[in-house]
């Protein structure tokens, strides 16, 4: 079991930057896939971003390659989201995601346990 906690939500204009931060505890961070998905109002959850134990593997939804990067510091049991030309359709609730057996979470195949989310705006 491990316990997710996200952070860094809140209010920013369309272009601006954000960063997110999921801090682990638990069990040992360093052994977990990590990844981001979010909700928009009125839509499915979706993927968003990946992140393999060792920081070396990644995947990103269409949507936010060459604007989103995820990395992660495995000595502060952190994964972060470094969000950067921020759309208003980048408006939702981000969840931080974990799994300690998956390779990367994806659309497809995400870990198994969630935190409770962290809401980020973009006005236009």
């Known amino acids: 079991q491990v316990q997710l906690e996200e952070s860094g939500g809140g209010l920013v204009q369309t272009g601006g930057s954000l960063r997110l931060s999921c801090a682990a505890s638990?069990?040992?961070?360093?052994?977990?896939?990590m990844g981001w998905f979010r909700q928009a109002p009125g839509k499915e959850r979706e993927f968003v971003a990946g992140i393999n134990w060792s920081g070396s593997s990644f995947a990103y939804a269409d949507s936010v390659k060459g604007r989103f990067t995820i990395s992660r510091d495995n000595d502060k049991n952190t994964v972060y989201l470094h969000m950067n030309k921020l759309k208003p359709e980048d408006t939702a609730v981000y969840y931080c995601?974990?799994?300690?057996?998956?390779?990367?979470?994806?659309?497809?195949?995400?870990?198994?346990?969630w935190g409770k989310g962290t809401l980020v705006t973009v006005s236009s």
């Open positions: 638990g069990r040992t961070f360093s052994v977990y896939a």
């Open positions: 995601n974990a799994d300690e057996t998956i390779v990367v979470p994806t659309a497809r195949d995400p870990g198994d346990y």
